[in-house]
């Protein structure tokens, strides 16, 4: 998902208004996008044994 917040002006040039629901701020797009796709659990796993690896590597070499 891509989240773009664009400025009131900017956006009335190139689209009609946006529906009134929080205030029209933040435009949301369902369109791929390149890049790597990865789940959202993936990356909360992965960052969960990142967390690990730090806390074992501080317990057996401790500074």
Excluded: C, D, N, W
């Excluded at 989240?3 to 009134?20: K, Y």
């Excluded at 029209?24 to 960052?47: C, H, M, N, S």
């Amino acid at each position: 998902m891509y989240v773009e917040v664009v400025s009131g002006s900017r956006r009335r040039r190139r689209e009609a208004p946006m529906p009134a629901t929080g205030a029209g701020l933040l435009r949301f797009f369902e369109e791929e996008t390149k890049g790597i796709k990865l789940r959202p659990q993936i990356v909360v796993l992965a960052g969960a044994l990142l967390i690990a690896l730090v806390l074992l590597a501080r317990g057996f070499f401790p500074i």
